[in-house]
């Protein structure tokens, strides 16, 4: 009897995660990636003696990758290994001291010495706000998490009483329970941008949100020993070990269709292939507009599932360090809510940005040439909006401005230091990976929009249409990615059984 036949259309984290969850349960699988090299977002580009990870850098809940493996009947540590990265992050300030994010409680207290008010008040605060954040986790992963619940209404079905009893913060905002737990606007300041993981506001997103910082604190902040794109490799041994086909520079054009059900996909060289079942790992939307042509009646109903935010994305080689800088650090705007309404409401680019700025170097000495420094600045910023007003040389002032910003923050002489750069923008992101709109982190986490959920992992027009990735619940951010993948296989295999 012929197995199920399964097609995966994208090798980013989500479609790697289906494809070995698949395989695993006895599905047939093949991959079509219109890049030359697996990983997605998750990419390496080496320039001048200098390796830079050109997507995500920080690796967080390893538990979520350890039972990918599993399902194959394999351990992560044969594959990938890890190295603890501290301090998490340290975080910058035009005029007030710097504050390091410790997971050792006696290195974080002695932190929060810096600020000003009394030691014992601000370190009750801070583990109170911990433990509600911990609370938050422990409710939102028991079933949002481990359950793969897909929508409102099935997660209505499985919270029942707890959402009424207020044991999930839904009703405030992000930033509204911040500000009722924490005094101090430096902590407040660094809370909300926890925000980050998913590209969204903290004045958005609802307050559940708030168990972001317990990824970091009770699980570890990671990097990934020789380099962050290592994942990608190690995920495509193990596929390779189990015999998965995946299809290189194939860039899927179109999802063939007839009446509900999907057929197959066509590529650019004008191939067709047929399959039982197709998965997407492009995002929702611009599966359904590029791939399926669907309707704009049909398409308006998705558009509660915008993107999320995107970035420039600059990546320099210095040549000389810079040892103001941990390995994750964070450059505040002097008025983050007017940051948040200028990117998030206005779509507009911020004068003045808070950035994520990545030195790999104090982990891996390897990514630079000896006494240079490996330095990748991220701000964010609004997708791609037809009709915007918004340049290639507004995007190359925003980079002049990230770096007049680190250069305010203490790191004098950055800019005479820069020997290499490369700057991607929303247009590049959008180009290389299909992104709905440029956007880096998938849907927007927006109570208004979507009550915080993403794009469900099931088609709603087509029986065996399945989707994977950022867009699709639970969201953004490597774990959630990667477990995204398995939930979506744990619905295929119910849905459409081996006989």
């Not at 994942?231 to 041994?237: D, I, R, V």
């Not at 990230?402 to 250069?407: L, Q």
């Not at 027009?461 to 953004?476: A, Q, V």
Request: glycine share 8%; proline share 5%.
């Amino acid at each position: 009897m012929q197995n199920t036949s399964v097609i995966i259309i994208g090798a980013g984290l989500g479609g790697l995660s289906a494809a070995i969850s698949l395989k695993a349960a006895g599905y047939d699988v093949e991959v079509f990636e219109k890049n030359p090299q697996i990983g997605g977002k998750l990419n390496v580009m080496e320039m001048d003696g200098f390796t830079f990870d050109l997507g995500p850098s920080i690796f967080t809940l390893p538990q979520m990758f350890e039972t990918l493996f599993q399902r194959a009947g394999k351990k992560m540590e044969d594959y990938v290994q890890l190295d603890a990265v501290t301090p998490h992050w340290r975080n910058f300030f035009e005029t007030k001291p710097t504050i390091d994010l410790f997971q050792e409680p006696d290195l974080m207290k002695a932190e929060l010495e810096k600020l000003p008010g009394d030691l014992e008040e601000n370190w009750t605060e801070f583990q109170a706000f911990l433990q509600y954040g911990r609370d938050q986790y422990k409710v939102v992963n028991e079933g949002y998490f481990e359950e793969g619940l897909d929508n409102l209404w099935e997660f209505i079905r499985h919270y029942g009483f707890k959402l009424l009893s207020g044991e999930i913060d839904y009703k405030n905002t992000m930033s509204e329970s911040i500000y009722e737990r924490i005094t101090d606007p430096q902590m407040r300041m660094i809370f909300e941008y926890f925000i980050k993981y998913v590209g969204s506001s903290a004045v958005d997103s609802p307050g559940y949100m708030n168990l972001m910082p317990i990824i970091q604190f009770d699980y570890g902040l990671w990097y990934v020993r020789g380099g962050m794109y290592n994942l990608a490799e190690g995920l495509g041994k193990l596929m390779t070990e189990m015999n998965i086909p995946i299809h290189l520079n194939a860039d899927v054009t179109a999802i063939e269709k007839s009446g509900k059900k999907v057929t197959g996909i066509k590529l650019a060289d004008g191939s067709q292939h047929q399959a039982d079942i197709v998965v997407s790992n492009m995002e929702v939307i611009p599966t359904y507009k590029r791939l399926l042509n669907e309707s704009e009646s049909f398409t308006k109903k998705l558009e509660k599932f915008a993107p999320a935010c995107s970035g420039i994305v600059l990546h320099i080689g210095t040549n000389k360090k810079f040892p103001q800088l941990a390995h994750h650090n964070f450059f505040y705007s002097e008025n983050q809510h007017k940051h948040f309404e200028t990117v998030f409401h206005k779509k507009e680019l911020p004068d003045d940005p808070t950035l994520y700025v990545v030195a790999p170097t104090r982990t891996d000495s390897s990514k630079a040439p000896e006494g240079c420094d490996n330095i990748k600045i991220l701000p964010h910023i609004p997708p791609l909006e037809e009709g915007s007003a918004i340049t290639h040389e507004d995007y190359v002032a925003l980079k002049d401005r990230c770096i007049d910003k680190m250069e305010r923050c203490g790191l004098t002489g950055l800019r005479e230091s820069i020997i290499t750069e490369d700057l991607l923008t929303p247009v590049d992101i959008e180009r290389m990976y299909n992104s709905n709109q440029g956007s880096i982190y998938g849907v927007v986490t927006d109570w208004k929009k979507n009550y915080g959920f993403k794009a469900p992992k099931t088609s709603s027009k087509y029986n065996n249409l399945y989707f994977t990735g950022g867009s699709t619940n639970p969201g953004g951010g490597m774990p959630m990615v990667v477990l995204s993948g398995q939930k979506c296989a744990d619905r295929i295999a119910k849905r459409h059984p081996l006989s």
